[in-house]
């Protein structure tokens, strides 16, 4: 109502076309704007519009009009669009909704490498006024791997550059030297590697190239032999001096064989002189030629042989029982052999066989007898039969073995493996035994 009432009082009527805009002006129909009679009043003085046509964006504002002594002013500070500039600032000139299109460079904005991967980092831009970059301040690019356990390069994965890893070979012993067979390839050597490949024994530090050489039976110098140069051997110590060593008592040596050692093994008993492989065998129990036997072809002219652990003499002289017990008492130095006392099928088996190689015609007494008690037979360890191969033969009953004839059979024979009992007074071959295992 109050733009009519101004439009009436500066006579601008429908009749000539005109209209009020929002500054209170009559606007004629042709465009041309009809202004008020001097002395009309047309705002309030110290208010304020906007005015112009710009609307706001990027940089463009709308201008600004005071009202003094009721009329306004002209239109002040309206920022109207421009050509875009590629400033630092990043403003949008030409008021389009965007800053420094078609620029090369935003100031301000991202630049550098194309993602921060490893030591890669982004930079800031700085631009030249023309819109080209000037530099990027605090980027780190792409650069190449070096042996430092960064990932210089930005591909992920540090120190992966294989122009200048190494080949380093385990030490485990921490000797210096390395084995070639446990190698690893890096730039920096890790814990318990090294360059070389000098080690042939990785588990003993006494051994590797340019080591010396000593007398430990070990390759100290890796040249594929042991204590060359250093008369190394094995000697055996011959405790009794009859020039023969003692096959478990070997030691390693360098040099000249200490007192008491010799370069042999072969001694059978080391505690005797009288045993060694140039001794002559006697009837004392002791292998004195170092055969696996022992007085064979010694003791009264007996045959020896050996069955399960035990020594047997097979003497063909035809004695008396007792005479035949003490000669088995008193061979061998006395105490050691005895009359044989047969404990098994397998043993009489044994003593049949021998006896038939030597003469099977012939009877050989054995050590069991009832001479202190008729009919209860014992050997002469004490102990009683636990077997017996007594002779069955005669087909009378009456006439079984043993049978004690005429009152006087008390010792006992054997004949190709039979058993009878006879007269002590008999003259028989005799079996002789060790009283334990050999």
Do not use: K
Not at 88 to 95: A, F, K, R, S, V
Not at 188 to 207: H, K, S
């Amino acid at each position: 109502m109050r733009f009519l009432a101004l439009a009436v009082a500066i006579g601008c009527t429908v009749a000539v076309g005109c209209s009020v805009d929002h500054a209170g002006l009559a606007v004629q129909g042709d465009g041309g704007v009809v202004q008020p009679d001097e002395g009309v009043v047309t705002c309030v003085d110290g208010t304020t519009q906007p005015c112009g046509d710009t609307v706001v964006m990027g940089v463009c504002r709308p201008g600004t009009q005071r009202c003094v002594e009721g009329r306004w002013s002209e239109c002040e500070g309206e920022v109207l669009p421009s050509t875009e500039v590629c400033d630092d600032g990043g403003l949008d000139e030409d008021c389009d909704g965007t800053a420094n299109e078609g620029c090369a460079c935003s100031a301000g904005q991202r630049c550098g490498p194309s993602a921060e991967v490893g030591e890669c980092r982004f930079g800031t831009a700085v631009c030249t006024p023309e819109g080209t970059l000037a530099s990027c301040e605090g980027a780190v690019s792409p650069a190449l791997d070096m042996c430092d356990g960064l990932d210089n390069d930005c591909d992920g994965t540090a120190d992966n550059d294989e122009s200048f890893f190494i080949t380093f070979f385990r030490d485990q012993d921490g000797d210096g030297a390395g084995d070639e067979d446990v190698s690893m390839r890096a730039c920096d050597p890790p814990d318990g590697f090294v360059r070389n490949t000098r080690d042939c024994d990785d588990d003993d530090r006494a051994n590797f190239e340019t080591n010396a050489e000593v007398c430990d039976r070990e390759d100290n110098d890796c040249d594929g032999r042991t204590d060359e140069g250093l008369n190394g051997r094995v000697l055996f110590f011959d405790d009794d001096g009859d020039g023969f060593g003692d096959p478990s008592a070997g030691q390693y040596f360098c040099g000249p064989p200490p007192d008491g050692y010799v370069t042999n093994n072969d001694d059978c008993d080391d505690t005797t002189a009288e045993a060694s492989p140039d001794g002559e065998e006697e009837c004392d129990r002791v292998d004195n030629d170092c055969d696996g036997r022992f007085d064979e072809g010694s003791c009264r002219g007996c045959e020896t042989a050996t069955f399960d652990e035990r020594n047997y003499l097979f003497c063909e002289d035809d004695v008396r029982y007792r005479t035949a017990r003490q000669f088995c008492d008193g061979m061998g130095g006395g105490g050691f052999y005895r009359l044989v006392v047969i404990g098994s099928a397998d043993e009489n088996d044994f003593l049949e066989s021998r006896s038939n190689s030597i003469d099977d015609d012939e009877v050989w007494w054995v050590g069991l007898n009832d001479a202190e008690t008729e009919g209860d037979f014992v050997w002469v360890d004490g102990t009683r039969p636990g077997f017996t191969a007594w002779d069955v033969s005669n087909p009378d009953p009456d006439e079984l073995e043993p049978n004690n004839a005429g009152g006087r059979e008390h010792c006992v024979e054997t004949r190709n493996g039979v058993w009878n009992d006879q007269d002590c007074n008999s003259q028989r071959f005799y079996i002789c035994e060790t009283g334990g295992r050999i």
